[in-house]
């Protein structure tokens, strides 16, 4: 079974600085994707951002990137130019390819202070 | 435009008194699947369908049944609500192709249940 810890249930951040959240993640399968996902107050889910396990280069979006270790199995988000729509609270999670069960974490609750 | 849509947003029930959350996709998904999110605990997997007439147990199964009868629509059902059923729930859906490639989930705007 896999697990996925962010060990971070808060942060807070100024407007306009960088801020990173963290995750790590346990499993034995070698061909998987890790997620993170948004949610606002209007508590949609929101993706911001998808890495293979395979590729060996951190994806980015704009102001949103990624540090994938796959040997630690650690997948931190790092957002920059934080911006006050930032806030939300954040979900890392994990899949595995072509399977069903997916795994998330706790949360970690970011605040943009202006 | 492409989504997910649930129904309803907002319930309330009593204890004992069957109900259906509907979910439906016009993606053309093969994957779907219900979570449900608790304070501090995340989103935990309900049950999941890689394709019609396929579904299987995720992390927290007990108390609920669902049905893939056809490739749009997964509901959920709880046959006898209990309060610990309280949650806000989730479906979602993703392109499943090949052996290798998962689409990100796309979710659905959720639905607050309170069972008294």
């Known amino acids: 079974a896999q697990t996925v810890t962010q060990s971070q249930p808060e942060m807070s951040v100024q407007e306009a600085e960088t801020v990173t959240l963290s995750c790590t993640y346990d499993?034995?399968?070698?061909?998987?994707?890790l997620f993170w996902y948004k949610q606002p107050p209007s508590r949609q889910m929101i993706l911001v951002i998808r890495?293979?396990?395979?590729?060996?280069q951190n994806a980015t979006e704009n102001r949103f990137s990624v540090n994938f270790q796959k040997a630690a199995k650690s997948f931190s988000l790092k957002i920059s130019d934080s911006q006050l729509g930032d806030t939300a609270m954040y979900f890392c999670?994990?899949?595995?390819?072509?399977?069903?069960?997916?795994?998330f974490g706790d949360g970690t609750t970011l605040t943009v202070k202006p | 435009e492409a989504q997910v849509t649930q129904n309803p947003r907002y319930l309330i029930t009593v204890t004992g008194k069957k109900l259906t959350v509907t979910c439906s996709q016009n993606m053309n998904h093969e994957y779907m699947s219900w979570y449900r999110q608790d304070p501090g605990l995340g989103l935990r997997q309900i049950y999941y369908?890689?394709?019609?007439?396929?579904?299987d147990k995720g992390d927290v199964p007990e108390g609920y049944k669902v049905s893939r009868k056809e490739k749009r629509n997964f509901p959920l059902i709880l046959e006898s609500p209990s309060p610990n059923q309280t949650s806000l729930y989730f479906c979602a859906s993703s392109l499943i192709q090949g052996m290798t490639y998962n689409s990100p989930l796309h979710f659905g705007n959720g639905t607050r249940l309170t069972v008294t």
């Open positions: 890495q293979e396990a395979y590729k060996q």
């Open positions: 999670a994990f899949m595995k390819a072509n399977a069903g069960k997916s795994t």
């Open positions: 499993t034995s399968e070698s061909n998987y994707y």
């Open positions: 369908s890689m394709n019609v007439e396929v579904t």
